[in-house]
């Protein structure tokens, strides 16, 4: 599971849950897979992306060093920090670990790089 | 005047305009028309590039046409139509012409298309002889194995240890059986004698049909000798006779017999030698009512087995063209909800640089499409895959740009609950995780496309069984095209909706 993936999962699909975003990382195993660097393609993600989501899950599987809490308005020429992003967002990857929903508490599992997000009947919301 | 070439492709019905499309846009020629089931173009000598037609995404095979003509003032009579057949064939200059054209770029043909140059090479030095001695011939590399081939044999079974060998045996009904699907006949120019003999052996020397095709060689791989052999053995070009025949004529004919006939023909007119077996060349007839169409092959195997999808669900080239209808720019976000072997997202990751996710509840589908994810390893991957349910699924709201998917059409894929209330919560999903200016495509039944517009467009009937769901709040979908395409013997449609 790439953090761009981890950052459109919610876990609102519990019952009573509202918000679930964003999804705790519990890591145990996490690699980093080779994709071309592109500056470009990295800004235009980015607009797509929950920043403090990002953050955090870069925090938690242990590639938060040198990210910022909050993205300045001029991230855009920082070539050291696109690329810090670049590997973040799309170089790494969580293999084995767990997703936790911040609300209920949740577990979710992560085995060969996929999220397991299907949840028993009797969690299902309307 | 410089000399133009004739080529066709096959295309599933309904795809042809986006075929004509592709070639129109990376083929940059103009002289290209399409008719059912097939398009068409004429190439002059210097814009020759074969390479681009093999790279084309939305066709099934690629030919190099030998006739082409309307069939429909020959057709009052078995006599009329068969003189027509075997005098276009006994008076075309373009069988020389297709040979020179797939000797040309017989490289080009292989090099991308199989990974086993040295094995099938090797395979072609076989001597082709008159038909029964060939038979005895075979027969021998059966019994004893591969000595025919001196040291390229040796080179071959070096390699060939941790594979499966290439040549593989049928029973003879089997292999019947499997060269004819469905109307279409291969037939058999060796004798009946030579038939039973091998049949009282019980077995055929017949490759694998997805090993066929690789008669080019990759000289950087093979010694000088060899290489003299094969140019050899290329001077006489080996071929069989493929007939596929619909509409009213298939009445009248024998296909077997038809076959022969046409095999004789060539043979007579270019002097190439008939092996079934192992041709080189095939010639492919297509004869319906309106049309006749002859054609060699490029390549063996069709252009839409691709590489990079191991396990495929859907067509190749049916996924190629919705991509092309989602209109992928880079760096967008591409969710497919129901991905089974990720093939949308695999096919549409060769092409467009963007962030694909896929999600499937099915634990096995996602294992089929790790592999198929895998095999992109050495181009752009950024294929991601979740498994979670298409209904409720667990993405935030506005999130992603596009929505691809090939929706269940209730016959193999079987929705979990009545197929309108699956459709009208999976359009609401889908309007809620697009983003404003997001697009969806959608494949679907024919039959379902009605519900889904209804859906959309807010006016279902009365007597729909989703009376439960109508409290949700109208979608901010609008239909932007709805196209028709055939799925083999099924009628389906691509419906691309535009978010506000």
């Keep these: 599971m790439k953090l761009l993936t981890h950052n459109m999962l919610t876990s609102n699909i519990i019952k009573g849950v509202t918000k679930g975003f964003p999804l705790k990382i519990v890591p145990v195993q996490v690699e980093i897979k080779d994709v071309d660097y592109n500056p470009a393609f990295v800004v235009r993600t980015l607009s797509k992306v929950d920043w403090p989501a990002l953050h955090q899950a870069a925090v938690e ?4 060093d040198g ?31 767990e ?7 949740r577990k979710f599992p992560i085995t060969n790089g996929i999220p397991n997000m299907l949840l028993q009947e009797h969690e299902v919301g309307q | 005047m410089t ?43 210097e814009k020759l590039k074969v390479d681009q037609i093999l790279a084309l995404k939305s066709v099934e095979r690629a030919f190099i046409a030998i006739t082409d003509y309307d069939n429909q003032n020959f057709i009052t009579d078995k006599r009329t139509f068969l003189d027509k057949l075997m005098n276009e064939i006994i008076t075309t200059n373009n069988f020389s012409k297709a040979l020179t054209v797939l000797k040309q770029f017989h490289l080009v043909l292989t090099r991308k298309k199989c990974p086993h140059q040295n094995e099938h090479a090797t395979e072609n030095i076989q001597p082709r002889q008159s038909n029964a001695e060939s038979l005895n011939k075979s027969e021998k590399i059966i019994s004893e194995g591969t000595d025919q081939c001196g040291r390229c044999m040796r080179k071959r079974e070096g390699k060939a240890q941790d594979e499966p060998r290439e040549i593989a045996y049928f029973p003879l009904e089997k292999r019947k059986k499997m060269e004819s699907p469905q109307g279409t006949t291969s037939v058999d120019f060796t004798t009946a004698a030579s038939i039973q003999k091998v049949s009282n052996n019980g077995f055929l020397n017949v490759q694998p049909s997805s090993e066929t095709l690789c008669t080019g060689i990759n000289p950087a791989n093979l010694n000088e000798e060899s290489r003299a052999v094969i140019e050899n053995i290329k001077s006489l070009s080996t071929f069989r006779v493929s007939v596929k025949c619909s509409g009213k004529v298939k009445r009248w004919l024998d296909l077997k017999r038809l076959s022969k006939d046409i095999g004789w023909r060539v043979s007579k007119r270019t002097g190439w030698i008939v092996d079934l077996q192992s041709p080189e060349l095939e010639v492919c007839v297509h004869i319906s009512d309106a049309n006749v169409t002859a054609g060699i092959p490029l390549t063996r195997f069709p252009l839409s087995k691709r590489e990079y999808l191991v396990d495929s669900g859907l067509r190749a080239p049916i996924a190629w063209i919705m991509c092309h209808l989602a209109n992928i720019k880079p760096g967008e976000i591409i969710l497919d909800p129901m991905c089974g072997k990720a093939t949308i997202l695999v096919e549409a990751c060769t092409e467009f640089q963007a962030s694909y996710i896929g999600s499937d509840c099915d634990g096995d589908q996602l294992a089929a499409a790790i592999q198929n994810v895998d095999s992109l390893r050495l ?56 983003a404003p ?41 609008s239909v932007a095209s709805i196209n028709y395409i055939k799925l083999g013997e099924t009628h389906a449609s691509i419906i691309v909706l535009n978010k506000q």
């Design chain 1, 99 to 105: 997703l936790v929903c911040p609300e209920s508490g």
């Design chain 2, 437 to 477: 200016q997001g697009r969806c495509v959608l494949l679907t039944k024919q039959d379902l496309k009605d519900l889904v517009i209804s859906i959309v467009n807010g006016n279902l009937s009365d007597d729909s069984k989703i009376r439960t769901c109508r409290v949700k709040a109208p979608v901010h979908l």
């Design chain 2, 379 to 434: 181009l752009m991957n950024n294929v991601s895959l979740v498994k979670s349910d298409g209904l409720d699924m667990p993405y935030r709201d506005s999130c992603v740009d596009i929505v691809m998917c090939d929706a269940p059409f209730n016959r193999n894929h079987k929705t979990s609950i009545a197929v309108d209330e699956f459709y009208f919560k999976f359009i609401h999903e889908i309007d809620r995780v697009l």
């Design chain 1, 61 to 64: 599987t242990g590639f938060g």
């Design chain 2, 3 to 45: 000399e133009s070439y004739s080529f066709y492709v096959t295309a599933g019905r309904g795809t042809e305009i986006f075929v004509e499309k592709e070639i129109r846009e990376k083929l940059k020629i103009t002289s290209v028309f399409k008719r059912d089931g097939k398009v068409f173009m004429e190439v002059s000598q």
């Design chain 1, 67 to 97: 990210l910022p809490e909050t993205l300045g308005e001029n991230f855009q020429q920082d070539e050291e920090l696109l690329k810090k992003i670049h590997n973040a967002l799309l170089q790494v990857e969580v293999i084995q670990g």
